[in-house]
């Protein structure tokens, strides 16, 4: 294993990371006792602890005192549901980190106009977020909300508050369904730049529009999967199929 020029603890993360995407390690399941793995890997106690902490950062591993070192779960999205990705996650003990990009008034433009059934052109609030899982970019987000529910959000905390929530308390919107369409798309060099991949490769794009009790479209999303852990899994069954996110570490 060792590599010449790489942190010792760097490669002990980084032989960890791939044993746990090998399903050596499970998801939800301990890793072994730290005096265990120091000893597998001929290091003292204080660079495995680097190690596991890096880990850590990334999202991989979760170190709970008095408990252990486990596996972060995998998070799976139900497709089906209309709850935020942050709040599927953090059922399931992922805490998905938001990081809001952007956040003003902004022209509709031709194909989200649409999407929403107002003028091209005409104000809405545009919410630009990354999503993280520790600290590795999972999902990057575009959020558009029109007239004139926008106003309301203009002040929100997004890396804090639910977008969903927010509609539902401040605009006093009830949120009943949506539709979703996934493509492969080539990464866009302005989206690229934002999660610090490379421009062209390969990613999973949802758009979905949200609507109200009413049958008003109410928000339009679109979200680029960057993080190539997170895949769909279909469940077929004699009398229908069920989609879900997750992601593979």
Same mark, same amino acid.
């Given at each position: 294993?060792?590599?010449?020029?790489?942190?010792?603890?760097? /490669?002990?993360?980084?032989?960890?990371?791939?044993?746990?995407?090998?399903? !050596?390690?499970?998801?939800?399941?301990?890793?072994?006792? +730290?005096?265990? #793995?120091?000893?597998?890997?001929?290091?003292?106690?204080?660079?495995?602890?680097?190690?596991?902490? !890096?880990?850590?950062?990334?999202?991989? %591993?979760?170190?709970?005192?008095?408990?252990?070192?486990?596996?972060?779960?995998?998070? &799976?999205?139900?497709?089906?549901? #209309?709850?935020?990705?942050?709040? *599927?996650?953090?059922? +399931?003990?992922?805490?998905?980190?938001?990081?809001?990009?952007?956040?003003?008034?902004?022209?509709?433009?031709?194909?989200?106009?649409?999407?929403?059934? =107002?003028?091209?052109? !005409?104000?809405?609030?545009?919410?630009?977020?990354?999503? =993280? %899982?520790?600290? =590795?970019?999972?999902?990057? /987000?575009?959020?558009?909300?029109?007239?004139?529910?926008?106003?309301?959000? #203009?002040?929100?905390?997004?890396?804090?508050?639910?977008?969903?929530?927010?509609?539902?308390?401040?605009?006093?919107?009830?949120?009943?369904?949506?539709?979703? &369409?996934?493509?492969?798309?080539?990464?866009?060099?302005?989206?690229?730049?934002?999660?610090?991949?490379?421009?062209?490769?390969?990613?999973?794009?949802? !758009?979905?529009?949200?609507?109200?009790? =009413?049958?008003?479209?109410?928000?339009? *999303?679109?979200? &680029?999967?960057?993080?190539?852990?997170?895949?769909?899994?279909? +469940?077929?069954?004699?009398?229908?199929?069920?989609?879900?996110?997750?992601? /593979?570490?």
């Amino acid at each position: 294993m060792p590599r010449a020029g790489i942190a010792k603890y760097r /490669q002990i993360g980084q032989d960890l990371a791939a044993r746990i995407g090998r399903g !050596e390690f499970r998801p939800g399941k301990p890793l072994p006792s +730290q005096a265990l #793995l120091s000893r597998e890997y001929g290091v003292t106690l204080m660079t495995l602890r680097q190690a596991l902490g !890096e880990l850590e950062a990334d999202g991989l %591993i979760a170190q709970l005192p008095g408990r252990g070192t486990f596996v972060t779960p995998v998070p &799976t999205l139900d497709l089906r549901s #209309l709850n935020s990705l942050a709040e *599927d996650l953090r059922a +399931q003990g992922v805490e998905l980190a938001t990081v809001v990009l952007g956040h003003r008034l902004r022209a509709l433009p031709a194909g989200v106009a649409g999407s929403l059934d =107002r003028p091209r052109g !005409e104000p809405a609030l545009r919410l630009e977020r990354l999503r =993280r %899982i520790g600290r =590795r970019p999972a999902v990057h /987000q575009v959020s558009w909300i029109p007239l004139p529910w926008s106003q309301a959000l #203009l002040d929100v905390d997004f890396e804090v508050a639910s977008l969903y929530r927010s509609l539902e308390q401040r605009c006093q919107l009830a949120i009943v369904r949506a539709t979703e &369409t996934l493509r492969a798309r080539a990464l866009s060099a302005t989206i690229a730049a934002a999660v610090g991949r490379p421009a062209g490769q390969p990613v999973l794009v949802a !758009e979905r529009v949200t609507f109200d009790s =009413r049958n008003v479209p109410i928000v339009h *999303d679109l979200a &680029t999967i960057v993080d190539d852990s997170i895949s769909i899994l279909a +469940q077929r069954a004699h009398r229908g199929t069920e989609l879900s996110w997750a992601a /593979q570490f």
